[in-house]
């Protein structure tokens, strides 16, 4: 089924001016452009990324005539500059990431969302003995990788709080076992993370949470307002010269998101690789109920969710000018209004 230019018109008219971005060619050929799709995402078994796993193996990508290659790196910002450097066709990474790419005078988009909150914790071990924000100064804090949403996270909290992210070292610790052990051996003094890490170790006793943005009421409390997460984001260019293929790649994340909305902890730990669940399934399926509400129902981007996390990154970004950044140019709802469209019971 192709789209006509009536319906972009639509399309855009419903969901903002986000949904201004151009995708041309659209309407002439729903063949998709390019078949073999190179993903790169940071932390492909975190909870945050859910729906990009459950797509490959649900077979969505496949059903929409991909071929999904997924490069899983260590963060976001190692994910990020893959595709910035052309090794990578799209990133499944931070929203924010489109917003810090245009202030380099580089133009990504994000054209389906994953997360509509961030679902990132920070944690002080509980050998640090926490009791207020000045405690961090001086300390190690584990996050996936510097420059990643979960560093952003800390600098964010740290800045409210009247300190710098350079009172504070950041070590990139991954996602995954690695970080779990880099926090009980003492590698690190603090953790922000994502689950099924951080469930793994409020479990064990071993960190108290500081920053909590699993849910929507957290994630407001934090932020001010809606802060759209994990998602999918290309180049301008790839768009514009892709717009079928990235059509496909909306419409198979969607059906993810709508997917895991309809099915139990233990579906979704079923479907989901074993390595996942880290040894611990009932831990896993924890996580999965403290960060449901976190993931997309729909692959939409909420129409304030761009203001706020601009407003974020301009909180604690130094010699950030946020009234150079033109929003329309990083997100897009036309996509996923599509998806939503092709297949309203995912």
Not at 112 to 129: D, E, N, W, Y
Not at 274 to 299: C, H, I, N, T
């Amino acid at each position: 089924m192709s789209v006509t230019r009536r319906d972009l018109f639509k399309i855009a008219g419903a969901a903002g001016v986000g949904a201004m971005i151009s995708v041309p060619g659209l309407a002439r050929a729903a063949k998709l452009e390019k078949t073999g799709v190179h993903i790169a995402v940071g932390g492909k078994a975190l909870v945050y990324y859910l729906p990009l796993t459950i797509a490959e193996q649900l077979g969505y990508f496949k059903s929409e005539g991909l071929d999904a290659k997924i490069s899983d790196f260590a963060g976001g910002s190692k994910a990020l500059e893959a595709v910035v450097g052309g090794s990578a066709d799209v990133c499944s990474g931070a929203f924010e990431h489109t917003i810090l790419l245009q202030a380099k005078q580089q133009f990504f988009s994000t054209f389906v969302l994953q997360g509509r909150a961030p679902m990132i914790v920070f944690c002080a071990s509980k050998k640090m003995g926490y009791k207020s924000p000045a405690d961090f100064k001086g300390k190690k804090i584990g996050v996936t990788a510097p420059g990643s949403s979960t560093s952003m996270l800390v600098s964010f909290f740290l800045a409210k709080h009247g300190l710098k992210s350079s009172d504070v070292s950041f070590i990139g610790v991954g996602a995954g076992a690695g970080a779990i052990s880099a926090l009980r051996n003492g590698q690190i003094d603090a953790i922000c993370n994502v689950d099924p890490v951080i469930s793994t170790l409020e479990t064990s006793g071993d960190v108290e949470v500081v920053v909590d943005t699993r849910t929507l009421k957290d994630t407001h409390e934090v932020f001010g307002g809606n802060m759209p997460a994990g998602c999918l984001y290309a180049s301008l260019d790839f768009l514009k010269a892709n717009p079928n293929t990235a059509q496909a790649l909306a419409n198979a994340i969607v059906r993810a998101d709508k997917w895991i909305q309809k099915a139990s902890v233990d579906e979704i730990a079923k479907t989901v690789p074993a390595a996942y669940l880290l040894g611990q399934p009932d831990v896993y399926k924890a996580s999965l109920k403290k960060s449901m509400e976190g993931l997309s129902p729909d692959g939409l981007v909420p129409p304030d969710g761009p203001k706020t996390s601009l407003a974020a990154q301009a909180a604690y970004l130094p010699h950030f000018d946020a009234s150079k950044i033109d929003l329309s140019k990083i997100w897009t709802n036309a996509y996923a209004e599509r998806a939503n469209q092709k297949y309203p019971n995912g």
